[in-house]
């Protein structure tokens, strides 16, 4: 086999920036395939234990686990959190003794549509059921599981099967005075379709414990313990049991085994015992495969292994805990095809010194590994969950046909295929693509190619596309043949690869075709006529062609002379052929001379062609019809003429006879003829009108075939042709609408009913459609209650439709903008109806403050900045208004930003506006506590909001510091300098400071100071 290969670069995760594939964590490598990082599911800090897993049809997983009950969290196939930790129910199933030694079957089980289905006890007496959604909302009442009696009833185990979708449920029961197996069936709505059916009546002894699962066929496959070993059976969905209860393992044990059934219907099974994992196999009717094959290989202390199927090969994973690593870490193996009577590779998937316990393991459809398990790393009970992502890939033709078309060749024929790959798998890979075949197949001239073998960064779920060119030889034999095979394959994991391959096959015909554009000639008596043809070789291979004739009538005195008698054509090559005829001197009128041409391979006999040659000796009178447009069309009521000529190509004259006929006549359709009969000299033609008429109700597309027939008072020459009328298509439509303006709320739906008639004659596709829509406003078409988005009318036909337009819930109040509801008929007319939406005014407003503080002193003003927002969707106007001041001599104002006073302000939808709130502080304030004001705007619809503002008033405090004399005492007359020292030791300015020097209250001298600040003196 030659081969052509062609090897792209491999992309690591890292180097894909922006793929949506990728996930969102780190990843592990382990035993070569690419796994999650462990992922935290739980963080609290309860003790989160026992969880289990199942994957739904989207590849998400929904994993439940105990707590103070059971718990539910989903996570997508990336492995990010889909919901919250969502509570389920507070019971759960506890079990007897150790999980290591009694472990429990399985709590949780998933339906087509995803519904969750969960089952649980009351410690003892009674089982219970209950079907959730995926988001853990219940769509049943709780059912109690079997009768209601004083008998013990628990350890419940639940499974969905794929054929009906009922809930299957086995459990212990001891109303029969004795611990049982039974069994319990509902439909997927909690209806009880079977009631407490014991599996174990063949098995005489105490039974305890129990698990099972279901195949693809819907049979129901049990597994449970005794005092006698552990024991599986099978039932139909009939509860009728398919052979003897089978025992598993002969040793009293209470210990079940974990089920799994592969597509092939095979049971695998797992169990525990002597510090080892342990496994077998059987076929769907209990008989034993492989027995007692020992899965962990030096193993401590391994917890009960739990098994899963995959779906797309006949394999299953067995994941357990096991202390060989100094702490109870989670393995996992593969049994698979081949080798399941041989201890596999035991993996470790997890790597902490903490315990992990109890692993539960799933298979997504995909046949990822999903396993989870609890974990006391972060110093409690925690669930974690970890899954393998998967490279695969699908390689096949875009059209099935093409590849069929590839199976068969002709010499030098060309062919393409257009072929895709599919990225099956969840996250981004390279391919390379390479073609074999066979060695010689270039040598003898095949010519094979591919125009794109290598592919970079294919996005999971994606497809790529390539064409594939082959050309076979051009001297191919019969029976030769070439073996093609192209292979895809995954430059990330070596074991994903998909391949198409087929045997094309050279197939050789011989073929001739004689070709003739006039075989039929008129001749005179003792005249000739040549008749002009082409042979063609329009085989596979060059050729070798005999021609041969036959004569009738023989002789008769007619004669015919070919030019060759042999010729060699290479492939689509081709020859001329002149034929002569002569007719005989006697030979009358409408006598014929008729030559059967006969052309023939001479390697291959039944290669031939052949053609009949017709010479007619010219008659007296002959008539011959034409019309230039033989079919036309109609409007509906309209008429339609033929021009229609009739030739005498004899040589005599004659009366000839018009007669009009249908082989299929319509009602209400009419025909008018020019003319009943025409003279016509030889060589003379004349032209006649026929008129069809339609009725004025006619279809589109029906149809009125007339035939005219011309004849000659002799009956000796006649001729006829058929002409046909075909209705036109007229479009129209009469659409009425209800009513054209609606009222609604911002947010909600208005609905306008609408009438439309076809009016025209044929069926009529009405497009649906709308303009001058504002942005966030949307229309859609209903009928019938489901949304359409065109509608079929027969002729004359009426429906009627909603037309549904959804507003924003911040739509403006008030008559909205005109929009076109637009109708459009199959020629492009557009029908445009106007519609309206009024929308109710929302009242709601925000007052805010930026500076709710203000500080200001006696004689000062304070401005307070504010803002009014409309957050209504209509115009309204807003009074402004504050609480008392603390005086009469206090004031208070609002103001716009340019200082335009104002006590009320008007705000379309959504305005905001800035104002001022301006308080005056009196000269003789004398707060120095804060001041609340509170201001409030209300809208017209008494709607309100406040908001509270605080003002410090900050005031002087003067006191004389000191008081010098110069000089300090009187001696004698003179005068005496005073220095006075003025401090400010308030928190505001003082004003026009006067200091008056007083002696026996009578003034000698003031001085002022103008401005005293706080904390400064004056002298």
Same mark, same amino acid.
Not at 400 to 424: C, Q, S
Not at 612 to 632: A, N
Not at 973 to 983: D, K, L, Y
Not at 985 to 1006: Q, T, W, Y
């Given at each position: ?180 197996i039974v069994y319990d069936k509902l439909d997927n709505h909690g209806k009880v379709l079977v009631n407490e059916v014991s599996l174990s009546s063949d098995v005489s002894s105490h039974c305890e414990h129990s698990t099972l699962t279901t195949d693809q066929k819907g049979y129901i496959h049990v597994a449970f313990g005794s005092a006698a070993g552990s024991w599986w059976r099978k039932v ?298 082409? $042979? ?165 597309g029906s149809r009125q075939v007339i035939k005219i027939s011309t004849v000659t008072d002799d009956l000796s020459s006649r001729s006829s042709l058929e002409v046909s009328a075909v209705v036109n298509q007229g479009h129209g439509l009469m659409p009425l609408i209800q009513a054209n303006e609606v009222s609604v709320h911002g947010g909600e739906t208005g609905r306008f009913m609408v009438t ?82 009024? $929308? ?74 800035? $104002? ?104």
């Amino acid at each position: 086999m030659a081969t052509l290969l062609m090897v792209s670069s491999s992309t690591s995760m890292a180097d894909v920036d922006g793929d949506r594939r990728i996930p969102p964590g780190d990843t592990d490598i382990i035993a070569g395939a690419t796994w999650t990082e462990d992922i935290r599911v739980t963080r609290n800090s309860a003790q989160d234990t026992l969880p289990q897993v199942v994957m739904d049809a989207s590849d998400y997983a929904h994993i439940i686990w105990q707590r103070s009950g059971y718990w539910t969290k989903t996570v997508d196939r990336a492995g990010s959190a889909l919901t919250k930790d969502i509570f389920i129910t507070p019971h759960v199933v506890h079990g007897y003794g150790s999980p290591d030694r009694y472990p429990l079957g399985t709590q949780i089980a998933i339906d087509s549509a995803n519904n969750i289905h969960l089952v649980w006890d009351d410690g003892w007496q009674n089982c219970y059921y209950q079907k959730f959604d995926p988001y853990a909302n219940a769509l049943t009442e709780v059912i109690q599981v079997g009768n209601v009696d004083n008998f013990a009833s628990h350890v419940p185990s639940v499974a969905i099967d794929p054929v009906n979708d009922h809930v299957h449920i086995v459990h212990e029961d001891y109303q029969y005075q004795c611990e049982d197996i039974v069994y319990d069936k509902l439909d997927n709505h909690g209806k009880v379709l079977v009631n407490e059916v014991s599996l174990s009546s063949d098995v005489s002894s105490h039974c305890e414990h129990s698990t099972l699962t279901t195949d693809q066929k819907g049979y129901i496959h049990v597994a449970f313990g005794s005092a006698a070993g552990s024991w599986w059976r099978k039932v139909d969905q009939n509860v009728v049991a398919r052979g003897l209860a089978v025992n598993m393992r002969s040793v009293p044990t209470y210990m079940i085994p974990d089920l799994a059934i592969t597509p092939d219907g095979d049971v695998h099974m797992v169990w525990t015992v002597d510090d080892e994992v342990r496994y077998a196999r059987m076929d769907n009717n209990g008989t034993f495969l492989d027995e007692d094959v020992v899965v962990s290989n030096n193993s401590v202390s391994p917890g009960p292994p739990r098994i899963a199927a995959t779906h797309e090969e006949n394999s299953v994973y067995i994941v357990w805990h096991d202390s060989r690593d100094g702490n109870a870490e989670i393995y996992y193996a593969k049994m698979e095809e081949g080798s399941f009577n041989e201890t596999p590779e035991n993996i470790r998937l997890t790597k902490d010194s903490a315990a992990s316990l109890y692993p539960r393991v799933a298979v997504s459809l995909g046949d990822s590994i999903h396993v989870v398990w609890q974990d006391t790393r972060d110093g409690n009970s925690e669930i974690y969950y970890k899954f393998n992502y998967i490279y695969r890939l699908k390689l096949a033709p875009v059209d099935v046909a093409e590849l069929t078309a590839m199976y068969f060749w002709h010499p030098n024929d060309t062919k393409r295929i257009g072929l895709y790959i599919e990225n099956l798998g969840n996250l981004t890979d390279d391919y390379s693509v390479t073609i074999s075949y066979d060695d010689w197949a270039e040598s003898i001239g095949w010519v094979i190619e591919l125009d794109e073998t290598e592919f970079d960064r294919v996005l999971g779920g994606t497809k790529v596309f390539l064409n594939l060119t082959m050309t076979a030889p051009p001297r191919a034999n019969a029976g030769d043949f070439v073996n093609v095979s192209i292979k895809a394959r995954s430059l990330t994991d070596k074991d994903a690869h998909d391949s198409l391959a087929w045997r094309a096959f050279i197939i050789v015909e011989k073929a001739v075709t004689v070709i003739c554009s006039e075989p039929t000639k008129l001749i005179s008596p003792g005249g000739d006529v040549q008749f002009n043809l082409s $042979i063609v070789n329009i085989g596979d291979v060059p050729d070798t062609f005999k021609v041969d004739h036959t004569l009738i009538p023989e002789n008769g005195g007619w004669e015919v002379v070919t030019g060759i008698e042999t010729v060699t054509l290479d492939v689509d090559e081709s020859t001329d052929l002149s034929v002569i005829l002569s007719a005989p001197e006697e030979a009358k009128a409408n006598d014929t001379g008729t030559i059967f041409l006969r052309v023939q391979s001479m390697t291959d006999a039944s290669a031939w062609d052949g053609k009949k040659l017709m010479g007619m000796v010219d008659p007296e009178f002959h008539l011959i019809m034409e019309v230039l447009t033989p079919s036309k069309w109609i409007e509906p009521g309209g008429s339609v003429d033929f021009l229609i000529t009739i030739r005498n190509v004899g040589n005599m004259q004659g009366r000839v006879a018009i007669y009009v006929t249908s082989t299929e006549p319509r009602p209400g359709w009419s025909v008018y003829v020019s003319h009943e009969t025409v003279l016509l000299a030889g060589g003379e033609e004349q032209v006649i009108t026929l008129t069809i008429t339609a009725p004025s109700d006619a279809l589109a597309g029906s149809r009125q075939v007339i035939k005219i027939s011309t004849v000659t008072d002799d009956l000796s020459s006649r001729s006829s042709l058929e002409v046909s009328a075909v209705v036109n298509q007229g479009h129209g439509l009469m659409p009425l609408i209800q009513a054209n303006e609606v009222s609604v709320h911002g947010g909600e739906t208005g609905r306008f009913m609408v009438t439309i008639t076809n009016e025209g004659n044929g069926n009529e596709l009405v497009a649906l459609g709308s303009a001058l829509v504002p942005p966030g406003w949307s229309v859609t078409f209903e009928h019938d209650g489901d949304e359409v988005f065109d509608l079929m009318l027969m002729s004359k036909e009426t429906k009627t439709i909603a037309v549904v337009v959804s507003t924003p819930w911040d739509a403006e109040a008030g008559r909205g903008p005109t929009m076109h509801v637009v109708l459009t008929d199959a020629v492009g007319k557009d029908y445009v109806l106007p519609i309206y939406l009024r $929308i109710h005014q929302r009242f709601a407003l925000d007052l805010s403050a930026s500076n709710s503080q203000g500080v200001g002193a006696p004689n000062g003003v304070v401005t307070y900045r504010l803002a009014v927002l409309n957050e209504g969707n209509g115009e309204d106007t807003f009074l402004l208004e504050h609480d008392s001041l603390p005086g009469t001599k206090w004031y208070a104002g609002f103001y716009e930003a340019d200082g335009t006073p104002i006590d009320r302000i008007a705000l379309v939808g959504g305005e905001r506006r800035d $104002i001022e709130l301006r308080v005056g502080i009196p000269e003789d304030a004398g707060l120095t506590g804060p001041v609340d004001i509170l201001v409030r705007a209300t809208s017209i619809s008494a709607e309100m909001d406040e908001v509270k503002l605080t003002l410090n008033v900050r005031l002087p405090d003067l006191q004389i510091v000191s008081v010098e004399y110069d000089p300090a005492t009187t001696a004698g007359p003179g005068p005496t300098h005073v220095t006075i020292q003025v401090a400010n030791k308030g928190s505001s300015p003082a004003e026009n400071v006067v200091v008056v020097m007083l002696v026996d209250d009578v003034e000698l001298d003031r001085e002022a100071v103008r401005t005293l600040n706080e904390g400064s003196t004056a002298t």
